[in-house]
């Protein structure tokens, strides 16, 4: 692709020789084929030895490159992002049903769909143009699916489930399983509770792989349009995530928490059931949450890890911290009558 | 349904007019045709604005509701599981071996059971009375699996497992994967230590969606009657979970854990290996145990989540923790010299 | 097995009787029937109880058995696994590919591998000798597998993975989807960065259930030989994992990370993104880390679980531990002074 094709695609100036490049990479790993960008002024050391035949950058960073063709852009990350899904687009199954797949009674299914090998599908089902389901996907009744979704491999959605357009479920993750509630009798025997909420989830939402999202108790578990989540994410029943927020991987979120719309939650966070997150809020990666956050501010509740023998040390302390609070009280007493006897 | 119906299947009185109702929901999602539930009086504004016609509710509580038909029980939330129950039957697939199911040798299923497309099974399979097995599910050699269970779809299932009557396990689950078990050398290259015990699953247990319960060393993982466990659970080689104990979500359990009966295990813990758990003990949500816990009580470890700068001070006083406590040791040194000083 | 021939196998010395073993199991555990191994000082109880016919044990320990056969030798518990590994050999499926497998454009399948049933290839697959794919297993285009491998069942592989020799990887384990990697625009509005690098592992590693390994964004995601990864894993994009390193289950490892080798990695740890660990570096059970690891050293940071009421104090305690901090400087202060005072 010559960098006059990219440049017309996506805007940006040209300077330097219309070359052609195969692919885009990242300075280190570019050779003398590729097209490249520099994005963070840390990667001065990679720019100057980089063999990119051309760099994405921005204006301010020009004078850092020689005889290299540019493209001079105000964000030179979210242009190579642009640039790489024109270069790198997702591959497209055959469209068409596999004689393999099983389908139940009554559904929808837009002619350019691809539906794989050894596919289940429930009653009642809907597929919008475009959307590809991967093999061994398991789909159960009354389950409605936009355009342009992919649902990779080994998924499985339950009964009862929206999935809008433009949307990518990975593989092994498990949509609207049974939310995890009982009631409990007398005897501390838990009796279970039928949900009944289906699970809905807005457009363009990416789901990572082995992530489960329960289905909520009388009304859906609501993922909203633009959420990313990551791999190994739970997320409880009743749940709503607002739009455009991110939950990295091996997060825990539990039932009827209400995450609001931009926020940040970040890797193996667990979060209390019924809290209440307000938009724009950061949680830092490993912290606990079992309060309403109302700030926007960044949030982290991480013990420091330190070497095992300090840690020791720092953890005895700390469970003796209420003593040396008394000791400073007892020893403040001490002082100030120290005191007025010497005033005295 | 006829409130005298419900009240004539599982018990409490009828106030009010014999009114019909459609299904059951909370407070404030119900319509005019619902049945609803008094169970806690947080939610007194709810009972106030709710549509509902008619309300399970406890005998204390009768006075606050004008013009509605009551329904007085002891326990107005376990009620409302019961009738939900009733309302809202789990899906009963059709009975039957669809005929793309694979099947081992020396297999023995009840005639009333379902197995759905693609299932396949290996050797010595027992499968009892009215248990349903979802699509693409696997089941390795030696699998015993009792009445009304369910396995949900893309559920794996190895070799020698047991699973007692009316359990359910979620798509996606994993049981009797090998134990992690390593014997390494001097070199410390880690040798793989076969695992034959298999697991055991009582009667009344539910197993989360992706959850992943590994096979014993010598004899079975043994999770007992009544456990309930959620999504993306580790439960190690070895392990043993006591009778009605609950387990949530995103929690791993480490080897050779033994769980008490009636322990409530909550999300996003790590429990580290041969740990005992005496029974009734509770562990709040983002805990470390590495230790035995013995006496009944609730146990915590999470460092307060707190705004990242409060936090960043927090955590660097902590680190000095031990110099605070020599400071005060210090102080009493010469605050003791100095009253001697003063006294003499 | 005559205990002879397993010295002739494995070395050792054998003391009593050649006498002949149906299984090996742990001292509590044994029969009459079976061989054990003492490998651990805290079990001599029971050694003295144990029923087993005969030892293995270190030349230490002989005079703590009477009237049993012994096999002696170094590391009775490495000794142990090997033995079992004997008597245990993995399940080794009849050779073949079956009818339901659906295989791609260009493949290349030694011919003493087995595939079972609805196994799903896509294009460009190698498969080297040995190697056994259970049933529902989907891979994507450009795989390729080395010899005496085993893919258990409901694993999935996306395109470009290469997998080493005697590698293992349990169900529902999936390798290779997209890195959870988005570039917000001003809006912040996140663009799904394509991930084309792939996935490399190397030979004799073990994989668990469950567990998620993403694809890198340029090169690929590197698991090296000898690697054992447990269930429930997250392994972020861009990682690498050095040599013989073990990580256990229901940790997350953000992406970038870079983990050296021999590394021990305990369960429910959570390492943030770019981290570099060092060779031989223990992460112990429950700890964040968001920091390189430079010393080769045990790192810990769980704050300590306590009952709730004590937590709740020191909870406290520690929000406040930067006013104790200030009370200590302010009563050093007022002492110096007093001591002045009182020397004048």
Redesign the interface.
Do not use: C, M
């Given at each position: 692709m010559k960098l006059s094709n990219i440049v017309e695609k996506l805007g940006g100036e040209l300077l330097g020789d219309d070359t052609e490049v195969s692919s885009i990479?990242?300075l280190d790993?570019s050779t003398t084929e590729d097209l490249s960008f520099f994005s963070d002024i840390k990667l001065l050391k990679h720019l100057n030895s980089s063999n990119a035949r051309a760099i994405i950058i921005s204006k301010e960073h020009i004078s850092l490159v020689q005889n290299k063709s540019l493209i001079v852009v105000e964000?030179p990350?979210?242009y190579?992002?642009?640039v790489?899904?024109i270069?790198?687009p997702?591959?497209k199954l055959i469209s068409g049903i596999k004689t393999?797949v099983?389908l139940g009674k009554n559904y929808n299914i837009a002619s350019n769909c691809a539906i794989?090998?050894?596919v289940?599908i429930g009653d009642n089902f809907i597929l919008g143009e475009n959307s590809q389901i991967?093999?061994?996907v398991?789909i159960?009744?009354d389950v409605c699916i936009g355009k342009n979704v992919i649902i990779?491999?080994?998924v499985?959605i339950?009964?009862k489930v929206k999935i809008g357009d433009n949307t990518?479920i990975?593989?092994?993750a498990?949509i609207g399983?049974?939310g995890?509630g009982?009631?409990?009798?007398k005897n501390?025997?838990?009796?279970?509770?039928?949900h009944?909420g289906g699970v809905t989830i807005g457009d363009n939402v990416?789901i990572?792989?082995?992530t489960?999202i329960?289905r909520g108790?009388?009304?859906p578990t609501v993922i909203d349009d633009?959420v990313?989540i990551?791999?190994?994410v739970?997320i409880?029943h009743n749940v709503r995530v607002g739009k455009?927020s991110?939950i990295?991987?091996?997060?825990?979120i539990?039932g009827s928490v209400n995450i609001g719309e931009?926020c940040i939650i970040?890797?193996?966070v667990?979060i209390?059931d019924h809290v209440n997150i307000c938009d724009h809020a950061v949680?830092?990666?490993?912290?606990?949450?079992?309060?309403d956050i109302n700030?926007v501010?960044?949030?982290?509740?991480?013990?420091?890890?330190?070497?095992?023998r300090d840690?020791?040390?720092?953890?005895a302390?700390?469970?003796?911290?209420?003593e040396?609070?008394s000791?400073?009280k007892n020893?403040?007493q001490?002082?100030n009558l120290?005191?007025k006897?010497?005033n005295d």
């Open positions: 990479k990242s790993l964000d990350f979210l190579y992002t642009f790489s899904q270069l790198n997702p591959k393999t099983v794989y090998d050894y289940v991967y093999p061994n398991v159960d009744d990779h491999s080994n499985t339950y009964s990518i990975h593989s092994g498990v399983a049974d995890f009982y009631a409990p009798d501390k025997i838990r009796h279970k509770i039928p009944v990416e990572g792989a082995n489960t329960d108790t009388f009304a633009g990313v990551d791999n190994l739970q409880g455009h991110v990295a991987g091996t997060t825990g539990a931009y970040a890797g193996h667990g209390g949680i830092a990666g490993f912290t606990g949450i079992n309060k700030d501010d960044i949030y982290k509740g991480t013990f420091p890890a330190t070497k095992l840690y020791l040390k720092t953890a302390y700390i469970k003796k911290i209420g040396l609070n000791k400073i020893i403040e001490q002082l120290l005191r006897y010497n």
